[in-house]
């Protein structure tokens, strides 16, 4: 239900592509073309749709997708054969970018006043493709975020090499530990 009293009237969920030709914007769920105050275009599709945003809860990287499914028309270009050629170094690793605009009245639909407020971004990890009877395509994007190899072990020694790697300076203080793990007078009596 829309409150016209309300100081943001609805907001439009926006996502940036980041490819190796550069950032594609869309629109989700949204048909149209809506220009920012940027002057940047964001095409909007309601072919394209997008799971639910995740956010870190202890050590589960989360993961996401979007998908845009169609009926291919014989004689266009075949969109996933030019997506396969162009390799999965396309996408992979490569950031996704989450925006909402807020709308305060039906006019800045049109003419909006406030910038897009960038609130998520995310990491491009895999492309799929799949076919359903002779014209109906998807392509799906998936992504994680940013922190997914944090619940994996560093694969560092415990000595002052390493150490040294991991805080960025030179600390000579693991060079007194001690090495061996046997006790050579007993703790007790």
Do not use: C
Not at 15 to 30: D, K
Not at 53 to 63: K, L
Request: no cysteine; glycine share 8%; proline share 6%.
């Amino acid at each position: 239900m829309i409150d016209a009293r309300a100081e943001v009237l609805a907001v439009l969920h926006l996502v940036e592509v980041t490819t190796t030709e550069g950032p594609f914007r869309f629109m989700l769920g949204q048909d149209g073309i809506f220009t920012d105050v940027n002057g940047q275009e964001w095409a909007g599709s309601t072919i394209l749709s997008g799971s639910d945003d995740e956010f870190m809860i202890g050590d589960i990287a989360p993961r996401g997708s979007l998908t845009m499914t169609w009926l291919q028309d014989p004689s266009m270009p075949d969109v996933v054969a030019e997506l396969k050629a162009k390799g999965f170094a396309y996408i992979y690793g490569l950031s996704l970018r989450f925006f909402v605009q807020p709308i305060a009245s039906a006019e800045e639909v049109y003419a909006p006043v406030a910038q897009p407020v960038h609130y998520l971004t995310r990491q491009q990890v895999g492309l799929s493709f799949a076919a359903e009877g002779p014209s109906q395509r998807s392509i799906t994007l998936d992504y994680e975020s940013v922190g997914q190899g944090r619940n994996h072990q560093r694969r560092m020694a415990l000595n002052t090499t390493d150490h040294s790697r991991l805080i960025g300076r030179q600390n000579p203080s693991l060079q007194f530990m001690p090495q061996e793990y046997q006790n050579q007078e007993p703790l007790i009596g």
